[in-house]
């Protein structure tokens, strides 16, 4: 049995540090990191592609909505066209410092307001896959299963990595608990620990809404932005390695 | 005898459009697209690439300093490590167009103020000339011929290419003649084309302050952007034809 | 009878230049003015503002989502604080250059997706009527009649100033037609023209869905971004001036 | 005896948080709160205006270069017309979140590479002065002494207010050391107080290069920004109290 842990990373931008990097890439397997849109500017990119090769993380690339006071959180009403071009180019982006290190781009995960649409709104879906696919078809994608957004990467011929939330409520449909629902944000390190646990060795994880609710994982999202993040990292990295789970990239 | 005709383009920035790049691309044989710090929106850099590649046109990387608001013309006291950082970040952005439509990076051309201070400033000359040779070593950059920044480009390995202004006045010491001087920008597409015509066969031009001064070309520029820029264009490519020089990608 | 004509103006952003202000401020009464957010730099805002005050037209603030790339006509999930700090920032912004130059803010009016946005959301209407009221209650905001947006700006205590569209069709409801919709743009001159007289004249117009539609009218707005821009303001302020219609700011 | 001490504050952009404007506010005078060109979006400009106001401190506008990434740190070749209008935006958006608030626009401090220029490039303090001067002639400019923006302050007929810098350390010649020579930041809370105290009892305090210094001040310059900053605060406050100085705003 085998996982991967990621964590969104990267996404300083100048003077504003964001983020606990330093302290979440140890614990993680791999990195999603930003391109400048909603964070990540260029000499902060370097710097987090720097931190990535020393820890050994797979990093991939976290295109999102180019909406940096926002942070990407915002959706947007882009055309098609433009969520192509603009995942296109942020790939490009990181590619070129991870090319200038020598390592490969391992993946490609969309960033908050732009990955949620993507769960939902097909063309949106659909035009980061072909951007994807465009720059290198080897590249696979993360997605969160049961979503078109999964249906529109396997449709574009990549691969899929699926993604769980340990940190996030689920509902009994499977999808996310809206964040305004109380208890739709897990923030104690034992019980995201717990739930992570779980989802890797039973496939299946408490819902909100009463029940349980299946949830298929490749890769657990670690959030290291919040500020327990690097707690909850360990947690979960312990909880497993102590379970006999393998964590390595996918 | 053969010479490249380049053109600073793609450099529109959404709903707003700059310069007459469907007339030029036509007339040129090379081109050096923005990435979106002084110009060059996404959609707006992926259309000037599909348009070069309707016309055959070689496509270089023009990375500029991060001032959209003064369109990369004013200079700005980048650290060495943050021009190597912004110009790796623009090369790759524009690489990732390429990539998606089956073309190579022909060269580098910094963009305005960034060009100009790699002319007099080392540091910033080598950052430059860092950043290509690790994205990749083979891609030429292009200089202007007798300064730090030519021997720099040099001095990392990389292949020069050597370019000259027919619309640009030049000084009896080689040096361009400052845009404050009467009588420093040629705006007469004869005049233009006699110029070139001079510099690629007799490697030599009319000094702005007298005598004649040596110009040393593999390419020559032209400003697309001026109001007369594609009258240029079409007189100085029909006056190197007419003398039997090669018009074609360095 | 009297009647304001005004155009979005002062959109061009550093070299960028939008639109065609120099040919349309002799023909509007009032002008909104962009703030930086979706075109408008600050030196190209003092150019407008000295443009406005050179042919003496009332000078209003127009304010979008901070979205340059998409020029503003991409709508955005801002919450309500959002958009009022956003709207509060460019009023101000704005509002400068017209101090310094003598003037008075005359109104303010959305730009694009924001106006739209405000015309059917009712917390972003009433966050932009809150943002104008705590700058200054006594400027008016420009409005569409029967809108939430009319309601809230209205609940805000602030005087509304209605507009209709001479250069879009409008459908029965009194809504305007979705540019999708084929014949939704009216882009002949004298077109305009005539269904502008019908509107101020008779208060009503043909709707594209059949029949005829109320149009209630304080203020024309004529699109001097259109290519055809200057031309169309001249039919309409022709045939208005020999209806003897009165223009003149609201 | 009495001295105002000032904090650049209001500098956290989005969900980028910067400095440290909580356990500031309470222990300065007067606060220099950013516009959005180096830091301070809308929303956090908002709140650092609500901070200011209850906690009674005296709000001035802090206009920088326009270059977020680089923080407003990094010179940039200007024109004269704008840094004029880069500032009078800049100082029209800070003033609407005062007007709304009921505040008034206490006084105008460039920040970082602007003030520096300023210090020593008379067309660009001119430009600056010019542009307070335009908003609103009584509104003051925070200088520091003997340079040419003191001069052209004056020259403008504004009212300047001297400023110093505890932190940092002076040579013989009156100006600041600069920031590559060893010694040129002060850190130590117990160092600073002892220097303001110097500085405000005295009049003078040591040189970094032998012997000492006059320094004129009105206001002293605390760097909220520092690991220390609010330590800083602390200590120079306690001292001066404990000296019987004093410290309100100017």
Not at 50 to 73: M, S
Not at 110 to 120: D, E, F, T, V, W
Not at 171 to 198: F, H, K, N, V
């Amino acid at each position: 049995m085998r996982i991967d842990l990621n964590a969104d990373a990267g996404e300083s931008y100048g003077v504003f540090t964001y983020g606990h990097d330093g302290e979440i890439f140890p614990l993680v397997t791999s990195v999603n990191l930003a391109s400048g849109f909603h964070g990540g500017s260029p000499s902060r990119m370097r710097e987090a592609v720097a931190l990535a090769k020393a820890h050994g993380v797979a990093v991939g690339a976290h295109p999102g909505f180019p909406d940096l006071v926002g942070f990407g959180r915002r959706e947007m009403a882009l055309a098609p066209d433009e969520v192509y071009a603009d995942v296109l180019y942020q790939i490009g982006a990181l590619h070129a410092f991870l090319k200038a290190e020598g390592l490969r781009l391992h993946h490609v995960k969309p960033h908050g307001a732009l990955y949620l649409k993507a769960c939902r709104d097909r063309e949106t879906a659909r035009a980061i896959a072909e951007a994807v696919k465009a720059f290198d078809p080897e590249v696979p994608l993360v997605v969160l299963p049961g979503t078109v957004y999964e249906e529109e990467a396997k449709r574009a011929g990549l691969r899929v990595v699926l993604e769980a939330f340990p940190e996030r409520a689920y509902l009994r449909s499977g999808q996310l608990a809206p964040r305004s629902l109380p208890g739709s944000w897990i923030t104690d390190p034992q019980e995201a620990a717990r739930r992570a646990l779980r989802m890797v060795l039973e496939g299946r994880v408490e819902a909100l809404d009463g029940g349980e609710v299946e949830v298929r994982a490749e890769t657990l999202c670690i959030h290291g932005d919040n500020p327990r993040g690097p707690e909850v990292a360990q947690a979960v990295r312990k909880a497993l390695e102590e379970a006999g789970v393998e964590i390595r990239a996918f």
